[in-house]
């Protein structure tokens, strides 16, 4: 049992090692990225092929996940450097979490996410679809709407190497 434990406790060690230093997991083979609506602070459905020609980061997450609220303003930093350069960020949250629309911008502002294009996942459908079940999880869509590869974890998205790789990724799967 305890060595279970360690073994358990050093992947996850790693993982997030991997993750801190740039570990994203570019996949061999890309796939469709599911179709299934979030929706838009007006209450617009849209679909991740709305966003065809962009390349896209998805990131899911939960406003009770420290990791997830810590780096909400270098997201925001990170959309502010890219915006113009043909990278889309959807952060997008269950819809169970908020009672509000206003409730979600407000702590989105609290924590200096100004920039950033937020969506509610109505009953997770979406990140279910994706096979997520744990935050923060970012996706990665080329231009053709297919999911190229993933983020578990937190990245630091305010440095220019991270900002510098995405680019790179971008120009190679994009």
Not at 16 to 38: E, H, L, M, W
Request: aromatic share 12%; glycine share 8%.
């Amino acid at each position: 049992m305890i060595k279970k434990f360690v073994i358990i406790a050093l992947i996850s060690f790693w993982s997030s090692v991997a993750c801190a230093k740039g570990g994203i997991n570019i996949f061999a083979y890309f796939r469709d990225a599911p179709q299934t609506p979030v929706y838009t602070p007006a209450g617009q459905a849209v679909k991740l092929e709305n966003f065809k020609g962009d390349f896209i980061l998805v990131m899911f997450w939960s406003r009770y996940c420290a990791p997830c609220i810590k780096e909400l303003d270098e997201i925001n930093t990170f959309v502010q450097k890219t915006r113009d350069n043909g990278i889309k960020v959807m952060l997008v949250s269950k819809d169970d979490e908020w009672t509000s629309v206003q409730e979600q911008r407000s702590l989105l502002h609290k924590y200096g996410a100004t920039d950033i294009d937020f969506y509610t996942d109505k009953q997770g459908k979406l990140a279910g679809d994706f096979g997520i079940f744990s935050s923060p999880h970012t996706v990665l869509i080329n231009k053709k709407g297919e999911e190229i590869g993933r983020i578990s974890g937190t990245a630091d998205w305010e440095d220019d190497d991270v900002i510098e790789y995405i680019y790179k990724i971008r120009a190679k799967h994009g």
